[in-house]
């Protein structure tokens, strides 16, 4: 059985750039993955704070991505 696909824009922010080697590309993951395994795919450290997005708005980890979201990866920024 051949499950659909999917299409998801990844953007890194800031030093994820360099440790990742892109700043934004497309991927094609199965129906139905969640923030967290987006992450998992990309070898993006997971004791790393960080922020993400889906379409400019906060996502939790568990949530299911659907075709054409645009997540966004930017690590935590503190300091005054």
């Known amino acids: 059985m051949n499950q659909d696909k999917i299409k998801i824009t990844v953007k890194l922010i800031g030093p994820f750039v360099n440790q990742l080697g892109f700043s934004e590309k497309i991927m094609e993951f199965p129906e139905g993955i969640t923030v967290e395994k987006v992450l998992a795919s990309i070898s993006l450290d997971p004791t790393r704070p960080r ?3 889906r379409n400019g ?9 659907k075709n054409g979201d645009r997540i966004a990866i930017s690590p935590l920024y503190s300091g005054g």
Do not use: D, S
Not at 57 to 65: D, F, I, K, R, S
């Open 57 to 65: 708005q906060a996502v939790a980890m568990g949530e299911n991505l």
């Open 51 to 53: 922020i993400v997005t």
